[in-house]
């Protein structure tokens, strides 16, 4: 009786394995079309690469604003400091102490000018020099 169950189990195994086999089978299929998906959206993705490459090239103020600006350097465009907190400050700033309040955007993420900032009126500063002080001297 110990061969029977055993020749059983032999043949449980064998049903095991195939099962297994015959799942490796379809999921080595299913792979296969997964891959050729994969592919496609790869291929797409080239392609919108390529137009926002194109669309990038047709507006020059697209982009993150660099690093570091020189003093030359067109001022309506959105320098790192200013996003920063540095750069031009923030009134409530003007006490001298920054604290550890967090940086305060000014153009509402927008990137590119402010359309308030073409405006010279009175009271208006260069955002080049610094902050003025209230009251006397």
């Known amino acids: 009786m110990s061969q029977q169950s055993g020749a059983g189990s032999g043949s449980g195994v064998d049903d095991a394995l195939a099962t297994i086999l015959t799942r490796l089978e379809v999921f080595g299929v299913r792979m ?31 982009g993150p604003p660099a690093a570091t600006k020189e003093k030359g ?19 409530s700033q003007d006490d001298g102490g920054q604290g550890d309040s967090p940086p305060h955007h000014q153009g509402g993420g927008r990137q590119g000018p402010n359309p308030s900032s073409h405006r010279q009126g009175v009271g208006r500063q260069s955002p080049n020099l610094p902050p003025r002080r209230q009251g006397g001297r």
């Open 32 to 62: 296969d079309v997964f891959g050729a998906q994969l592919e496609k959206v790869g291929g797409r993705l080239d392609t919108m690469e390529g137009r926002l490459a194109m669309l990038e090239s047709l507006n020059p103020w697209h």
């Open 73 to 91: 350097d067109d001022p309506t465009r959105v320098r790192a400091g200013d996003h920063q907190g540095g750069g031009r400050r923030n009134p």
